[in-house]
């Protein structure tokens, strides 16, 4: 049987590692090292694998951010409050890690490495919640080309990433207190912005 209270630290230490080195040049056995396992093969124990320990970690944010997602897009009546019931559970998420935290890092890590961001597009990184919020966002843009649309709804997805991991950085290196809900909101303004502008066609 697995012992309790091992999983967790493997999971920290990997989102750290993965984070800050990124996913393909960190082995399982720093993983292990690092969560202070004497198990060398502990990935492979607790998690069958390299692939489930990415999975435990995407599904850990994944479980974090729904129900704010949920309870959020209830509420929305707007594009604005769409794009806010997508972005503020994930930095308020944020705000609530240990400082320092590595998790939006390891989200653009994640984002960046062509087999786990395979598994972001899985069904399961995108449905419920996630999904309906796009759905409803794209439905209030319908007055522009979807495949303009679309392609929008792609890089929000990298802005969103790229802007609290650098944030992240920041905040560790400077010391600051960390201001997740001040980062959020100018994200969601910014990303309203970037869904509805208009669109310029160079003349072909």
């Not at 509420?75 to 998790?103: H, M, N, Q």
């Not at 802005?159 to 201001?179: D, I, N």
Request: charged share 25%.
């Amino acid at each position: 049987m697995p012992r309790p209270g091992v999983r967790e630290p493997l999971l920290d230490a990997a989102e750290r590692l993965f984070g800050e080195h990124g996913i393909p040049t960190v082995s399982d056995r720093q993983v292990a090292e690092a969560a202070h396992s004497s198990n060398h093969s502990a990935v492979h124990y607790y998690f069958g694998g390299r692939t489930g320990l990415l999975q435990a970690l995407l599904d850990r944010h994944h479980e974090a951010v729904e129900p704010g997602q949920r309870r959020m897009f209830e509420e929305s009546d707007s594009l604005l409050g769409d794009v806010r019931a997508l972005v503020i559970p994930l930095t308020d998420v944020l705000a609530e890690l240990p400082a320092p935290s590595w998790r939006a890092r390891f989200l653009r890590q994640a984002l960046l490495d062509p087999g786990t961001a395979e598994l972001l597009r899985e069904g399961s990184r995108w449905s419920g919640t996630s999904a309906r919020i796009v759905a409803s966002a794209a439905e209030r843009l319908s007055d522009l080309d979807p495949a303009i649309v679309e392609a929008r709804t792609r890089l929000v997805v990298y802005v969103v990433a790229t802007a609290c991991a650098e944030y992240e950085e920041r905040v560790q290196r400077s010391g600051e207190p960390p201001r997740w809900a001040d980062t959020g909101a100018f994200l969601c303004d910014a990303i309203a912005g970037l869904l509805q502008a208009p669109i310029s066609r160079v003349p072909g």
